[in-house]
């Protein structure tokens, strides 16, 4: 991923980077390793914009998203951008990323069910698929997740203009999540699907999935644990990434992303029913729909569209 990273950075930047980080990996200290269940949202992601999500926040993320008979709830598909329901009122967030980059795999994580369809072929989403979470008998989700057609590889010009024009001009849209393989870095078809993003002012996140293998050297070693070193090495890693998803205003074409990154992985389970970083991923997605654990009457309050969580409060 350092190669991927590195090319859109200075070379004194890419230098200092590239020595910090195996300069902590020669001085890795195997007595001090952490289970993966006890990693925080501080040791896998990166925030400078915002704060991290405190246990009780996660706690309530992980509530809204566990399983029942109305949740999570397949809404709709659709090919074409006019052929959505445009009468919803559930706010909604988008997954973005390369084809086979493994976005139906986390949707499946984030919702704790085998409901997206996933394989190792290339492209097989092709359609817009819309999920409902957190619904109860007779009432509305309150939120829909979407899995999009991946770009690039097995993918189509065309899915991509409907695509577009879903992220231009869906109301409901509250913010679109850009998943990267921390594997192969940030590619050329992401950096314009950012570039993108900015230029059309569509806010968006970005989350690298199989941060397992970034933090250990083989699969078989998580179950031993992850040392500090490594920690940092992801953390300094994240730091290289800032700047390439969120640019100096001054030279940039629009507004960057939101000052978090998120890493997890879909496979790395820390528990029943449980990945790492999804947690984080839950409380990011219900932060995107206004969704903060508030109470109504005691109620959870969710924001109508035109309602921020801050009318709520």
Request: aromatic share 6%; proline share 6%; net charge positive.
């Amino acid at each position: 991923m350092m190669n991927s990273i590195s090319t859109c950075m200075n070379p004194v930047s890419r230098i200092s980077l590239y020595t910090t980080i195996r300069g902590l990996s020669s001085s890795s200290n195997p007595n001090s390793k952490r289970e993966l269940k006890d990693l925080t949202p501080s040791d896998l992601c990166y925030y400078w914009d915002t704060r991290p999500p405190k246990d009780e926040q996660l706690a309530f993320a992980d509530k809204v998203f566990t399983p029942s008979r109305h949740s999570p709830l397949k809404l709709w598909s659709a090919a074409k951008f006019r052929t959505t329901p445009f009468a919803s009122i559930e706010p909604e967030v988008a997954f973005l990323g390369r084809s086979n980059v493994g976005k139906s795999s986390l949707l499946n994580a984030i919702m704790g069910q085998e409901i997206c369809w996933t394989s190792s072929k290339p492209g097989r989403t092709r359609e817009m698929n819309a999920f409902g979470i957190g619904g109860t008998k007779g009432g509305e989700s309150k939120v829909v997740l979407l899995d999009m057609p991946g770009y690039g590889k097995a993918s189509r010009s065309e899915w991509g203009a409907e695509i577009m024009k879903y992220l231009q001009g869906r109301k409901q849209l509250r913010r679109a999540f850009l998943l990267i393989d921390s594997t192969h870095g940030i590619k050329q078809t992401d950096a314009e699907i950012l570039r993108l993003f900015r230029h059309h002012a569509i806010p968006h996140q970005i989350i690298l999935s199989k941060v397992d293998k970034f933090l250990v050297r083989q699969v078989k070693q998580i179950k031993t644990g992850v040392t500090p070193t490594n920690i940092e090495r992801l953390q300094l890693l994240l730091q290289g990434i800032k700047p390439i998803v969120q640019p100096d205003p001054r030279a940039s074409e629009g507004p960057g992303s939101l000052g978090e990154i998120l890493t997890c992985s879909a496979e790395a389970k820390i528990g029943p029913g449980r990945s790492l970083g999804i947690d984080a991923v839950r409380w990011s997605i219900l932060s995107a729909a206004g969704i903060d654990g508030s109470l109504q009457d005691g109620r959870l309050a969710v924001p109508t569209p035109g309602e921020t969580s801050a009318t709520l409060s």
